[in-house]
């Protein structure tokens, strides 16, 4: 039986993950070797491993490794505590492969660790470009320690081949992500707002807004210009989701959490929505606001108009219902968030396709895992040269 180990540190990742993570745990042929870490188990980012218990998924290891700290330092030192935790999780599994997804910090320790122990590993999302954040060092970094490359787009399929991977190695079945939006019984407006524990006749409107962590003391410039923006918007009621445990998050939460304490009528924040209601959230959404990378990926499908803020995601794929604002100035963002309700943007969207596919890329992704040759080809990497 194939042993097969899926890293999971934050909820937006598990989201991710949901499927395939599912499909190895029901195949009789495959072992799921289960490691949590990061965010999943902090009580401040809303102890979310008890999701994924919920969920049925056993837990092979947990390592701990998140510090109550989000300076330089601190995020420096969480990652050498991974590579510890991993080392000893590694040890004790023996996983034949290994599935990461992204590019945080946590996922870099994982992957890192892995090295010396010649386990080959499978990466989700790699090729990809966010200029803004260090995510995009890790991303690459990971890329070359990695054997099975699994892109979101062509495009992003070329990159990883021009980075000198094998391109027999690199197959592209969309985001994965997107197979909770075809797979989820989606729930309705009424119930979705029950469930939030938020009574409005207002449209909603979603703001993800992470700190860009290349760009040093920003958060405390952009986020005070971002709910100003927002703060003038009189029709829409707008639901938070809480930022990541990145250099910076924490000074973005306490803004967000003094926002909502004052506009208790107009805005909710939330630790984690989970898949259900997060998806739900975008399906019944008027409106997107921030810098997440879910409004470039999942907000597509819904034909959902997007505020995209800063360079946090530039380099990024993104379809025609995104519009950008480089400059994260009150006066540009309000801008930008009138041509997003305008009723003629609105009408442009109807029928665009989603640049990150259609959906089905989980149970691709499973089979390749399942049936690829584990071999000194795969795990001896060599750099292809695009010129022979």
């Known amino acids: 039986?194939?042993?097969?180990?899926?890293?999971?540190?934050?909820?937006?990742?598990?989201?991710l993950l949901?499927?395939?993570?599912k499909d190895i745990h029901e195949d009789s042929d495959l072992d799921l070797q289960l490691i949590v870490t990061g965010m999943h188990l902090s009580p401040e980012f809303g102890l979310t491993v008890k999701e994924i218990e919920k969920d049925g998924f056993p837990i092979a290891e947990r390592v701990e490794m998140l510090l109550s700290s989000d300076t330089e330092a601190a995020i420096a030192t969480s990652m050498g505590l991974?590579?510890?935790?991993?080392?000893?999780?590694?040890?004790?599994?023996?996983?034949?492969?290994?599935?990461?997804?992204?590019?945080?910090?946590?996922?870099?320790?994982?992957?890192?660790?892995?090295?010396?122990?010649?386990?080959?590993?499978?990466?989700?999302?790699?090729?990809?470009?966010?200029?803004?954040?260090?995510?995009?060092?890790?991303?690459?970094?990971?890329?070359?320690m990695s054997h099975l490359h699994f892109p979101a787009t062509e495009e992003?399929?070329?990159?990883?081949?021009?980075m000198g991977e094998n391109p027999n190695n690199v197959f592209c079945f969309g985001a994965p992500g997107l197979?909770?939006?075809?797979?989820?019984?989606?729930?309705?407006?009424?119930?979705?707002?029950?469930?939030?524990?938020?009574?409005?006749?207002?449209?909603?409107?979603?703001?993800?807004?992470?700190?860009?962590?290349?760009?040093?003391?920003?958060?405390e410039l952009q986020m005070p210009e971002l709910l100003k923006a927002i703060g003038g918007i009189?029709?829409?009621?707008?639901?938070?989701?809480m930022p990541n445990a990145d250099t910076g998050g924490r000074a973005i939460g306490r803004m967000i959490k003094e926002f909502v304490e004052r506009n208790p009528e107009d805005a909710k924040a939330f630790m984690s929505l989970g898949r259900l209601k997060y998806l739900s959230a975008l399906k019944h959404a008027e409106i997107m606001v921030g810098n997440s990378s879910s409004g470039l990926i999942e907000a597509p499908s819904f034909e959902l108009p997007v505020v995209n803020i800063g360079d946090r995601q530039k380099g990024r794929?993104?379809?025609?219902?995104?519009?950008?604002?480089?400059?994260?100035?009150?006066?540009?963002?309000?801008?930008?968030i009138e041509k997003a309700l305008s009723s003629k943007f609105k009408q442009s969207l109807k029928g665009m396709k989603n640049p990150y596919g259609e959906g089905n890329a989980s149970?691709?992704?499973?089979?390749?895992?399942?049936?690829?040759?584990?071999?000194?080809?795969?795990?001896?990497?060599?750099?292809?040269?695009?010129?022979?």
């Open 1 to 15: 039986m194939r042993k097969i180990a899926v890293i999971t540190g934050s909820r937006a990742e598990y989201g």
């Open 317 to 336: 794929a993104r379809g025609s219902n995104v519009i950008d604002v480089p400059e994260c100035r009150e006066e540009s963002i309000r801008k930008g």
């Open 234 to 241: 009189n029709d829409i009621f707008w639901i938070f989701t």
């Open 18 to 21: 949901y499927w395939i993570i």
């Open 82 to 144: 991974g590579m510890i935790g991993f080392a000893k999780a590694y040890e004790h599994l023996r996983p034949d492969i290994l599935v990461a997804l992204g590019d945080r910090f946590e996922i870099l320790s994982a992957v890192s660790a892995a090295v010396p122990f010649s386990i080959p590993v499978a990466h989700i999302h790699g090729g990809e470009s966010t200029e803004g954040a260090m995510d995009e060092l890790f991303r690459h970094a990971i890329t070359k």
């Open 156 to 162: 992003y399929k070329k990159r990883i081949i021009q």
């Open 179 to 219: 197979d909770n939006i075809y797979k989820f019984q989606l729930t309705d407006r009424e119930e979705l707002l029950k469930e939030l524990g938020i009574s409005t006749d207002k449209k909603i409107g979603v703001v993800t807004f992470h700190p860009v962590t290349l760009e040093k003391d920003s958060n």
């Open 363 to 388: 149970e691709r992704i499973v089979e390749k895992l399942k049936t690829v040759n584990i071999n000194q080809g795969l795990i001896r990497k060599r750099f292809h040269n695009l010129n022979g």
